[in-house]
């Protein structure tokens, strides 16, 4: 069975409902996404007790973002964990990028452009002199030459990106809706997935149009994560 190139967000802030959705999700699934608020509240622990149950990759969304020296520790400090992506913000720099980049070798550093939640007014307030796409690009391209393997942009900046980097970059994209699902939350720079991919994304974050079917049980979320990747894949 193809897997398709989805990067499932699982977003829960209870460990044993995370487990099981990347039961009910792997078949269909390339990468399991586990954030911020899933580290803060389980540690190197719980990312084990997904990795124990998945042969997925790991994609660690910790977005770090802070002086190169303290980047480079705590991408040390989860090292162990063998994260096939690691976020930090490509705001940060050209050698906090490279800090991270240094000190987990065997992991995908991935460079976070624009967060897909900020509108073109929301960039400018907090002091961005370009547009998304054009401040998008320019973080892209200094972090590749930085040594970041892998960009996260919205799928409105994957083909200026793509362009941008050229090949051999991931690209992965947030704000990727299926159409029936555009426009419901606060994702503000959307696509459909297929659109996103055929754009030049490499990987789709997805989260909630398939994590929401939990509430109708484990075959309802393996149904609608089949769904979204034939969509994908066919």
Known sequence: MSKAPIVLAV???????????????QDHISVFKLGLEF???????????????TDADIFLDLKLHDIPHTVEGAAKAIANLKPRFLTVHASGGRAMVKAAVDAVPATDVTAVTILTSLSEEDLF????????????????????????????????????????????????????RPLSEVGSDDQKRTMT??????????????????????????????????????????
């Open 11 to 25: 977003d829960t802030p209870e460990l044993a409902t995370a487990v099981a959705w990347v039961k009910a999700t």
């Open 39 to 53: 580290f803060l509240s389980f540690g190197q622990e719980g990312i084990r007790a997904i990795q124990s149950e």
């Open 125 to 176: 307030e907090i002091g961005y002199a370009n547009p998304a796409l054009e401040s998008a690009v320019a973080l892209a391209k200094m972090s590749v030459t930085a040594g970041a393997r892998a960009i996260v942009c919205s799928p409105l900046e994957i083909a200026a990106i793509r362009s941008a980097v050229g090949p051999n970059p991931h690209i992965i994209t947030p704000g990727v």
């Open 193 to 234: 997935p297929k659109d996103a991919i055929a754009a030049g994304a490499s990987f789709v974050v997805i989260g909630r149009p398939i994590t929401k079917a939990w509430s109708e049980g484990s075959q309802a979320m393996t149904t609608k994560a089949r769904s979204i990747a034939d969509e994908i894949l066919n």
